[in-house]
């Protein structure tokens, strides 16, 4: 089955979620120590991201070009109306935004190389020894974001099973149309501006920065546009 190793890994981040929240009771002191030094690795990641791309003027292009489309379109707003929608529907809790927790989850597990290769391997060659093991390391980071914070946490399964499925049942075309040097310059690229995301997400939940997370996120399109864009007309 293609969706085989998406679906398993959709249901280790609503598991794992499902598991982090029944630690959220802990002391808020203790809440905080966590909260930072989550921060803490999930900016390290990014930095282990950010420096695997191949064409730094691409990356600073697409986060540029991305943040005005994502401030002209305010998409920060518009998942925050979505995010206090599905609080009012589940009566979550207020001190916790449903969208900070479905933004920051689904940035951390959509964005990355296995993300791509895993979905390519189930499409391709129906291996999904790729996503069985993004869906352990994806479903104990669940653990630690759902306990922190909270159930938007478990939202982020949909764009995951969205864009890997997507990916995996349009493989083989992938595979055709694109070359294999520049898949590679893709994921690397994708990687490096999705780990300066991933940086920013660190330091919001740090409380070190206030960056309108969401607003970055037309960056990823434009990144695969350039790259593709500069394959075909080099500059």
């Known amino acids: 089955m ?14 794992g979620t499902l598991i982090g929240l029944c630690f959220r009771r802990i002391p808020d002191q203790m809440k905080d120590t966590v909260m930072k030094v989550l921060g803490l690795a999930v900016i390290l990641l990014g930095i282990q991201m950010g420096l695997e791309g191949n064409d730094f003027l691409i990356v600073i292009f697409s986060l540029v070009i991305g943040s005005v489309l994502g401030e002209w379109w305010r ?4 998942l925050q109306s979505i995010g206090e929608w599905l ?8 001190e916790t935004p449903v969208a900070e927790g479905f933004v920051t989850a689904t940035l951390i597990f959509v964005i990355g190389a296995m993300a791509i290769l895993g979905p390519l391997d189930s499409g391709i060659r129906q291996d ?4 069985y093991t993004k869906s352990m390391i994806d479903g104990f980071t669940s653990i630690i974001l759902g306990s922190t ?4 946490v478990l939202f982020s ?3 995951v099973v969205v864009y890997q499925g997507s990916i995996a049942l349009l493989a083989n075309v992938i595979n055709q149309l694109v070359s294999e040097e520049l898949m590679a310059v893709f994921i690397a690229n994708l990687t490096a501006t999705g780990g300066i995301l991933i940086m920013a997400i660190g330091l919001s939940v ?11 996120l037309p960056s990823i399109i434009v990144v695969v546009l350039l790259t593709v864009g500069q394959s075909m007309w080099p500059f």
């Open 206 to 216: 740090m409380g070190l920065s206030q960056i309108r997370i969401a607003n970055l």
């Open 128 to 131: 999904h020894t790729v996503l």
């Open 149 to 152: 914070l909270g159930i938007g």
């Open 75 to 78: 998409l920060d707003l518009k």
């Open 2 to 15: 293609v969706l085989e190793g998406t679906l398993v890994n959709g249901a280790t981040i609503i598991v």
């Open 87 to 94: 609080q009012v529907k589940m009566k979550s809790e207020k």
């Open 157 to 159: 399964f949909i764009p």
